[in-house]
Structure formats: C-alpha cells, structure tokens
C-alpha cells in the first residue's frame, strides 16, 4: 500500500480512521495519485488504465464500484446511512472526467507525460484526483450521511460527448442533483469560482461545401469559382452575432477552417468551410442554426453556386442553479477559500447534459464550479500545470459541499 493506504484492510473494508485523520499523508497519496494520471494520460474512449487505477485505488479503499457495462470510465458510489433533518434521504452525483488531449507537453516538470502527443492539459487528472480523494473521505464519514453519493469517472469530455456513454445507462435515474467541477488556471489556489446562471456555452459546428465549377485559373468566365463564394459566405456569417443576436447576448461564430484548390493556376470546382457557434440562450441557438443555413444558401446562389451545410449540435449550455451555488460559496469560505464571481465561458463542457430534459427525460438542478489551480498557462496550451498543493483542498472542499447538500 502507498502512504495513508497502509491502514487499509480487505478484513475491515474500510479504511483506518487514525491514519485518514493524518492531512499530510492523505495528501502525499493524493500527490503520488495525481502523478501517475499526468504521467498517463489517455485520449477520449481509451482510458483504459485510467479507468482500472480509478477502480483499483476505489476498491482499495472499500468503496463499492457500480457494475455498469462501460468500455472507459466508471461509477462509485458511498451509501451514507445517517438521515437529514427531515427524515429524507437523497441521491447526489459528482461528476469527474477523465480523459486528455492529443497535446505534445511542455510544462517542466519531473511527472511529465510518458506518451508524447498525449497530455493533460485541461486538468482532468486534477478532476480524479479530487474525485477520488473526495470519495475517500465521505466513504470516512458514511455513517453521517444522509443519503447516497455517485461519483461519475467520465470518459471523453474532450469529444464533448462522453456523457453520453454514461447517460445510455441507469445511472442517473435516481440522482436528485449533480455537481461537477474544473481545473481553473485564472485563480490561485484557494479561490473558488461560483455564480447562479450560465457558466458555459451550447456547443454547435458546421461544415459548408461550397460547389462551383473548376476550369483553368486563366479563364474564370468558363466556370464558377467557388474561392470568392467561401469568402462572401465568412462575410456573411460574422454579422450575424452584430446583426441578429441580442447585444446584451454571450454568443459568437468563429470560421475556424477553409480548405480550397490543390494548385497555383486551376480554380477548383469546391471550397470547404468548417467553424463553431457559441450560445448562451436557448432561443438564440435556435436562431443562428437557421441564419447560418438561410445565408449560406443565399449567398452561395447569387453566385451561381451551390451549397451544402451539415450542422452537429453537441453539448447546450451550462445552467448553475442558484440555491446550489449559494451552498458552495456558504462551504467554500467556511472551509477558508476565497470565492469570486465564475466567469462564463463560451467554451463548452458536455456536464450540461446531465441536466438536460431532452437526455435526462426530466430536468434535474445542478452547478458547476471552478478550483483555482494557480495563475498560469491557460488550460489546452501544451505548458498548462496544476498546483499539486490545490489537490487535498479541492477534495475536501467537494466532499463538504456533497455532505451539506444532503442535508438540504
């Protein structure tokens, strides 16, 4: 056993409570744990030895592994078996992804990655360690909880549908409200990012294949070129954030690829498009689908051209409910943290399906927080760290705010 674990027996199946007491040897075996996931990380739907030292390091601890038939990713659960005030017992959800990011590492640091091209670089081996350090120490203190806590190890954030792997199970059919959380590199540690409202965007793309007709770079008038219709679409689609949507409305639309031609003196017969829409509002969504496809097709006909449009809708947004972050901001400064207004993102993270009625069935409350990590490169860039010291605090931190939303 590493560290504080040496008080684990399978006789017991509970871990030894002198030795949890102990802060700075839950600590270090959070630290070595941290460690070896940013030592090895995998990409979205491979997290295989992600997932079996996930399983490992929980079923070392006594903590029961739901048996879900998932390829990656897993679910625990602690079972309290105090009750709330009122008599009731709950079923709360921590969400913690899993997965990185085909990133070649720079951060210096003596834990680097061991698999070149792959990295984690969005902080998702902070996301399992705080997971598992929180279910550790609410596993302690089963006896005082009023209810039922699933812990949600989730595979393939970064394909902003892993969530749906673990939504085509029961999972979250008896779970009353979920919270997840994020590595964030804005704050220092010990700071704490929480608001009531939207947090991050819906998360759509497209790709356009503009059609024309290839000739020879000499003589345009024999076809149609499909260069000057790509660019008039680009035009186009960027004023619809200035023309279309409210001002006071978080959106955007970024045209992020354009691919046309293979030589100096031919006009190719097509140009592709590819790019994202961001929105907060769930109306403007709706809109931007519809004015992307009405310009596209307008302005591809003036030209004489044609154009093809395929739109993938992914994650919607993220909606903290307000009596949830009232409790985080009450738990965080109780606990000695600084709490600050979360910043929303245009980003997107596929948490919100867990609260969405058209993959839920129903609506359920949930909030989403950031831990500050300590200032620095900002998440995706190939230099992004975490503070280890930011790890300890961030589990007990999750641990608190699951128990107190029991007894609420």
Known sequence: MIGWTKGFTAEEGRVNKMALEDKRQLEQYLIEQFEWFHRHPELSYEEVE????????????????????????????????????????KTLALRCDIDALPIVEEAEIPYDSESRG??????????????????LLLK??????CGTIKFIFQPGEEDARGAMKILETDVMDDVERIWGFH??????VGVIGIREGYV??????????????????AHPDDGIDPIPVAAAI?????????????????????????????????????????????????????????????????????????????????APATYNDGKMAQLCEKVAQSQGMRTVPEEMSLGGDD??????????????????????????????????CVQKRVILPAAELLAKVLEEDLKQ
Request: aromatic letters at 6%.
């Open 140 to 145: 302690e203190r089963s006896e005082e909880l």
């Open 351 to 384: 948490f919100s399906y867990y609260m969405e009625e058209e993959t839920m069935g129903r609506q359920i409350p949930g909030c989403y927080l950031k831990v500050g990590t300590g200032v620095g490169h900002p998440i995706h860039h190939p230099a992004f």
């Open 234 to 314: 680009i035009q186009g689609l960027h004023t619809i954030v200035g023309r279309n949507v409210n001002a006071f409305h978080p959106a955007l639309l970024s045209v992020t690829k354009v691919q046309a031609g293979t030589t100096w003196n031919v006009i190719p017969g097509e140009a592709e498009l590819e790019g994202t829409v961001r929105t907060m509002d769930r109306e403007d969504r709706v809109l931007y689908e519809r004015r992307v496809r009405e310009t596209v097709e307008g302005i591809a006909a003036a030209y004489g051209a044609k154009a093809e449009i395929v739109w993938i809708d992914s």
């Open 200 to 217: 991050t965007a819906a998360v759509d793309r497209f790709g356009i294949r503009v059609k024309g007709i290839g000739c020879h770079g």
């Open 50 to 89: 992600t997932t079996a030292k996930i399983r490992e390091l929980l079923t070392e601890a006594g903590i029961e592994i739901l048996p879900y038939p998932l390829a990656t990713g897993l679910v625990a659960v602690v079972r309290g078996t105090g009750k709330a005030p009122d008599g009731s017992r």
């Open 183 to 188: 590595a964030d590199p804005t704050n220092e």
């Open 118 to 135: 792959k990295m984690h670089a969005c902080g998702h081996d902070l996301h399992i360690t705080a997971g598992i350090g929180a279910a």
